[in-house]
């Protein structure tokens, strides 16, 4: 398939003026912790650091992410496995990030947890294999 740049980067057929930019830009909240996951996704793509801090839970989030200094990692694209909504305010994404860093493309399959706390999801941590 080929990229299109009108196309919002996290991988629905959504033009990105009607995708993640109504969370990044426009402070609207999303309403899924899968809609959050695909946001932060494209928050990487755009080295969006502030959007990674804000929707990270206080109490896993780095002090710092240094996206700025690891600017070879090109994002490919985003494929959405799994979204199990556990209860009210817990949801779990599996999610497969591809990206190339250096010439050399890399899968990034995490299985990430969520929670929401007044009525904002956060990133809370993920599982790797
Ligand atoms: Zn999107």
Redesign the pocket.
């Known amino acids: 398939m080929k990229p299109n740049s009108n196309l ?5 057929p ?1 033009p ?1 003026t009607d ?2 930019t109504l969370y990044l830009d426009n402070n609207q909240t999303a309403p899924t912790a899968e809609a959050l996951m ?2 932060r996704y ?1 928050a990487y793509t755009l080295q969006r650091e502030n959007y990674l801090m804000a929707t990270w839970h206080p109490s896993t989030r780095p002090t710092a992410l240094g996206l700025a200094e690891d600017a070879s990692t090109k994002w490919l694209g985003l494929e959405v496995k799994r979204h199990e909504q556990q209860d009210t305010d817990h949801a779990i994404v599996e999610f497969v990030a591809r990206y190339k860093v250096n010439g050399r493309v890399h899968r990034l399959h995490e299985v990430s947890r969520f929670v929401r706390e007044d009525g904002q999801w956060f990133y809370v941590d993920g599982d790797t294999n």
């Open positions: 919002c980067h996290c991988g629905t959504k990105f995708c993640c695909r946001s494209t």
